[in-house]
């Protein structure tokens, strides 16, 4: 197992774009689990989630900022803390946080396309974030990211191009969501949206350098 904790891309703006989405998903998280009744829950995933059996515009947005557990909002909130700050700084502020959020559309509609038909709610940031991770990928190739390296017992540090974590990432996910098709109901992970944000993630990252937004 290992996780990235930190890279040493320096970054040139202050990230207050980022530092709002990861608060906006903390509250999100929040109200989600600990201010609504237990017996309101399912009925706020089912009105705010994705759907791909029913999708529509407002459950796009309103579910890329919904979370199924801690543990998925840790992890995406710390891939978001570590890579968007320095995508937030190559592109300005609303430059970025347009191209956050067309990533997070591209990652429900791949889902919504390879999975037409399931009625499985869908929640996460991960298909935006991974939009990220595709940016950063083509920016910042040489940059290194330090990675924590867990194995049984042994632990260590070790820093390793952002190519070849964010490769492995993509290409896990990719693994995944191939061994998921023909599966009519696949709960848990949704890979394609996962892959279709990546690749959302890179498209846009050579759009936007052509777009000047002030």
């Not at 459950?59 to 890579?83: A, D, E, P, R």
């Not at 502020?93 to 009625?119: D, M, R, T």
């Not at 990928?137 to 260590?156: G, S």
């Amino acid at each position: 197992m290992f996780f990235p904790y930190k890279d040493d891309n320096p970054r040139i703006l202050f990230p207050f774009i980022t530092y709002f989405i990861i608060g906006i998903n903390v509250l999100v998280f929040v109200y989600q689990y600990f201010i609504i009744p237990s017996n309101e829950f399912e009925e706020f995933i089912k009105i705010y989630a994705l759907t791909p059996a029913s999708p529509s515009i407002v459950n796009i947005f309103s579910s890329m900022f919904m979370h199924g557990g801690v543990t998925h909002i840790i992890f995406n909130m710390w891939f978001l803390w570590i890579f968007g700050d320095n995508i937030e700084s190559i592109f300005g502020h609303k430059k970025y946080l347009l191209f956050y959020l067309l990533c997070g559309v591209g990652a429900g509609l791949s889902q919504i396309q390879v999975n037409p038909e399931s009625i499985i709610p869908m929640v996460g940031a991960s298909g935006a974030i991974a939009g990220v991770l595709g940016a950063y990928l083509f920016r910042f190739p040489n940059a290194t990211v330090h990675v924590l390296v867990i194995l049984i017992i042994f632990i260590t540090r070790i820093r390793v191009p952002a190519m070849l974590v964010i490769g492995f990432w993509f290409l896990s996910n990719l693994t995944a969501g191939i061994g998921t098709l023909g599966i009519e109901e696949a709960g848990g992970t949704a890979w394609f949206a996962h892959i279709g944000g990546f690749i959302s993630g890179v498209i846009f990252n050579y759009l936007f350098k052509m777009i000047r937004i002030e």
